[in-house]
Every structure is written in structure tokens, then in C-alpha cells.
């Protein structure tokens, strides 16, 4: 017997629950990934998680081949190639994990009427993407937790299935054709920092920093300098990391900084099961607020010199060139820089959710929208008029300025926290600095965003 294992976003061998379910139930596997052209017009070909993928593609196959298997690689509709693999070997199962996005929902629909009209099953697993799949916490009277702490009181109470060992070894049929595998060096206008891809660079990663970093992570997690964070966030994305093993291993592991790493891990089942249940809301207003967000030329000039860093707020300008140096940012850069935009600029956020989207390396509809929408007040957060103040916030989260140092050398010649507010030097100093000024006053933009929202 043969069955197919449909990999999406979950390239992993270790703690995979298809491809463990598929090789107990048949003498050989198909495992194979689908490059689609509608998954590319839905908005993920972007260079740098093309390229990443590229990196966790080689190095499934590579996980295959360690233990005589191999990756199958197609290019097509998925649905088309693969009962086309099923008809090639005669498989009786397809197995994959699911997904919460409208585009995973409907493909799983179409490929379940097209496989069973053609007499084979399709299995779908949950708890491969999230440690608690979509839709199995509810509060009483709805269908999803609109608010966190709740939701996490009671994902932290469920018992977490056990990490699945990876298989021994796979066995793929040889006449199974394959594409060639797509390559990292093929690829045009990557971010230069653009971290490695893969299990075995996630594993390692999940490793070194459970053993030597995390104790620091709850103290330390908003320190932007200091970059004491996991960023596992790129593997956990493409599923080169399992969450559910990740949760194992810190809870294991122990102490104050595992546990406050293993609620932020809550925070993508949150948003998973927001999105799961309000499809809609990866562009539409989670809560509507009726902003009268700008439009017109002013606004496009703000948005450009958002994107590009000059906003002449350092600390937003350092985030912002992070994120296009790196295909990464920090997540007190992303609620500084974003805030920055729906709420002093006043601009869309839907505008911002698309620029990060076009850099971010784990950029994924549920994580990255509903962020954005937790930021401009039109989704989860409960306190949906807050605004940061960039200004206190660099000098809170970079106290001595390396942050912005680094990411902005026009400013590099400005010791301490003064590099937070280069306005502040004389304007002979000033000139001295190839830096612009601030785009707007703080006080004017807040007075914009309240006038805008209809907030006295
Ligand atoms: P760590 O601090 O080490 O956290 C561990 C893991 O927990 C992360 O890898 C991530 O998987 C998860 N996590 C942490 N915080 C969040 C959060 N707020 N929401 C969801 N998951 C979280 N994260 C994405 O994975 N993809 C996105 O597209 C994305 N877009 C964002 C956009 C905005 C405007 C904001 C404010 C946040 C966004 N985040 C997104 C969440 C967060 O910024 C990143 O997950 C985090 O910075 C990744 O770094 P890390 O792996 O070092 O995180």
C-alpha cells in the first residue's frame, strides 16, 4: 500500500503526525510539496520566504534521504498534482496537517471532494501547526476567545499531546516524478540578513537558546539592543520547528523565562483560532472602529518615508531597517513602528500589514494582520486608543541607544540615550547629521488620530 504525505506549512520529519500516521499505515510514502501558482497570488512569493523555503525544502529532502526516502516536488495546482500522484501509485491515503486561513480551508475542501470521488481518503491533522488546534477552546457563547488572558488561562490547563518521534525510515516509490528543487542562490532581492532556513538550523536553534538564553528572556524580551529573543518565529512559521515539541522543552526545561516564552507561543493559537473563526478579518476591521484613515498624496509621502526609515523618530527608523536588512524585526520595533504608522501617521493599517508582509521572513496572515490590527485598535487589544510614544518607548527599550546606533549610522556619532531625539541639538549640531526631521509633532499626530477616530 501507498500513501501521499501533502507537506504545506509543516517541513518538518520530526514530531510530524502525518507523515508518522502515513508510514505506520502503508509499506510506502509519497511525501511531497506543491509549489502552487495560487499560493504565489495569494501573496506569499516574496523573495525572502521564497528563499527560506528553499532552505527548508532542501533540507526536508535532505531528513527524507538520511532515512531512504526523499521529497517529491511538484509544481501546479495542488490539487491536480496530487490526485494525479495518487493515481500514479494507486495510494489509498493522503494525509496533511490543517490549516486556519481561508486559502488552506478551501483547498482542503476541494481536494477531500476530489480525492473521495476517486476513492481515496484524505486524513487531516490538527495539533501539527498549533499546540491546541483551532475551534477546541471555546468561551461559553461564542466560537473563539476574543481576548487573550482568558484564552490562555485555559490553553495553559491543556494537557499538550507527547512529541512524535520521527520515522526510522520512509520509503518512496522510484518511479515517482519530482521537479528540481528550488534554490536559495536562484533568488533576486533577498534581505542580506536573511537568517538560514531548515529543521536541522530550527532544532539547533530551539536547542542553543533553550539551554543558554532563555533564563534572561522574561526579563529581558523587550530589550531591543540586547536581541535576546528566540526568533524561532521564521521556523515555527514554516513548520522547520514544531510548537508542540517547543512547549514540551521549555516546560521542561523550566523557570520564569521558559514559562513566558511558552505564553507567547500561546499568542499564535490565539490569533489562529480569532482567524479560524473570522476568516475575514485578514482585511476587514476585527472590530470596526470607522477611522477616517488619510488618503492622497501627503499620506503616500508619510507611507514612503515610513518604509524606507526616514521618519525622523529614530527608533522607528532603526526597526524599519531592520526588518528590510534582516526580513526580521523585533517585536517591540513591530508595536513601535506600527503603531507609529495607524496612530501618529494615522495610516491604514492595512498599508503597513502589507509592507511587512512583502519583508517578513515569518510573515503569515493570522500572526502578522491580526498584530496589526491588535496595534491599531481594530482588533483584540482591549485598550484600543493606546498610542506609543517612540520617543519614550527608545528610550525605555534602547536606554543607551545601540539599537538605533546600528541601524541608523547617521546617528552613530550621538552617545547615549541623545541619539533618541537628534532634534534636540542645536541646529549647527543638526546639520552636522544627515538625518531628517520628524515627519510629524507627536502631539499633532495624536490630536489627527483622536480627530480621525472620534475619541474626545
Ligand atoms: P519570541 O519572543 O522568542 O517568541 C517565541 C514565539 O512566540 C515566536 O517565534 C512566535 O512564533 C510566537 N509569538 C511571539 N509573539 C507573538 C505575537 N504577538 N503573535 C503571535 N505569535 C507570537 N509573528 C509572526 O510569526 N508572523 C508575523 O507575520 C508577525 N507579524 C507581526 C506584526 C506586528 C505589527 C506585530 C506587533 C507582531 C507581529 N508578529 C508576527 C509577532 C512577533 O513580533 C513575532 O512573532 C516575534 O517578534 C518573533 O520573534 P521571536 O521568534 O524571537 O519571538
Known sequence: TVSVVLYTSDLRVHDHPPLRAAHEGAWEVVPVFVRDPAVDRAGFAVPNRLAFLADCLADLDRGLKDRGG?????????????????????????????????????????????????????????????????????????????????????????????????????????????????????????????????????????????????????????????????????????????????????????????????????????????????????????????????????????????????????VVDAAMRQLAHEGWMHNRGRLIAASFLTKTLYIDWREGAHHFLGLLVDGDVANNQLNWQWVAGTGTDTRPQRVLNPVRQGKRYDPEGSYVRHWVPELAGLDGPAVHEPWRLTALDRAAFDYPDPLVELSDGLARFRRGRGVA
Open 70 to 314: 526523499r521529497l517529491v516536488v511538484r509544481e501546479g495546482d495542488t490539487v491536480t498534482e496530487v490526485l494525479d500522484l495518487v493515481r500514479q501509485t494507486g495510494a489509498g491515503e493522503v494525509h496533511m496537517a490543517d490549516g486556519v486561513t481561508r486559502f488552506a480551508r478551501a483547498r482542503e475542501a476541494r481536494l477531500r471532494r476530489v480525492l473521495e470521488a476517486d476513492g481515496c481518503r484524505l486524513y487531516v491533522h490538527d495539533g501539527v501547526t498549533d499546540v491546541v488546534p483551532a475551534g477546541d477552546l471555546t468561551p461559553h457563547g461564542s466560537d473563539h476567545f476574543a481576548v487573550f488572558t482568558p484564552y490562555y488561562k485555559r490553553w495553559a490547563d491543556v494537557p499538550c499531546r507527547m512529541p512524535l518521534a520521527a520515522p526510522g525510515a520512509v520509503r518512496v516509490p522510484s518511479d515517482v516524478r519530482s521537479e528540481r528543487m528550488p534554490r536559495r542562490s536562484a533568488l533576486a532581492d533577498v534581505s542580506p540578513g536573511l537568517a538560514a532556513g531548515g529543521e536541522r538550523e530550527g532544532r539547533k536553534r530551539l536547542g542553543s537558546w533553550l539551554s543558554e538564553h532563555v533564563d534572561a528572556y522574561e526579563e529581558r524580551h523587550d530589550d531591543l539592543a540586547g536581541d535576546v529573543t528566540s526568533r524561532l518565529s521564521p521556523y515555527l512559521h514554516f513548520g522547520a520547528v514544531s510548537a508542540v515539541e517547543a512547549v514540551h522543552r521549555a516546560r521542561k526545561r523550566g523557570g520564569a523565562g521558559a514559562e513566558a516564552f511558552v505564553r507567547q507561543l500561546c499568542w499564535r493559537d490565539f490569533h489562529h483560532q480569532v482567524l479560524a473563526a473570522r476568516p475575514e478579518a485578514a482585511d476587514a476591521d476585527y472590530r470596526p472602529r470607522h477611522d477616517r484613515w488619510r488618503r492622497g498624496a501627503d499620506m503616500e509621502a508619510d507611507l514612503a518615508a515610513w518604509r524606507e526609515g526616514r521618519t525622523g523618530y529614530p
